[in-house]
Nanobody, 124 residues
Framework: QVQLVESGGGLVQAGGSLRLSCAAS????????MGWFRQAPGKGREFVAA????????YSADSVKGRFTISRDNAKSTLYLQMNSLKPEDTAVYYC?????????????????WGQGTQVTVSS
């Protein structure tokens, strides 16, 4: 089992940057596939980016490609999401998630553990 705690959210102007962190505790972090998802008010949970066990492969949603980068530091048991060129439509609660499967998934049902979320608000 793993516990996840996100941080780094906040209010930023359009065009700005934020880096989200997800600190993991419990079982060995490197053995989990990890993902970032987001949920805006009145909308469903949307896939943002994911990487595989050990961080070997990553991929991201078309809506954030070229702007957001997922990465991990296994020594620190931490997952990151670097968000650049932020847009108002990026406003949402951002969640990190851990999967016991090794591959990166965009399907939230493939994830076993979730953090509590961190709010990101982008003003125009």
């Amino acid at each position: 089992q793993v516990q996840l705690v996100e941080s780094g959210g906040g209010l930023v102007q359009a065009g700005g940057s934020l880096r989200l962190s997800c600190a993991a505790s419990g079982r060995t972090f490197s053995t989990y596939g990890m993902g970032w998802f987001r949920q805006a008010p009145g909308k469903g949970r949307e896939f943002v980016a994911a990487d595989s066990r050990f961080g070997a492969f990553t991929y991201s949603a078309d809506s954030v490609k070229g702007r957001f980068t997922i990465s991990r530091d296994n020594a620190k048991s931490t997952l990151y999401l670097q968000m650049n060129s932020l847009k108002p439509e990026d406003t949402a609660v951002y969640y990190c998630a851990a999967s016991e499967r090794p591959q990166p998934y965009s399907d939230p049902t493939k994830y076993n553990y979730w953090g509590q979320g961190t709010q990101v608000t982008v003003s125009s």
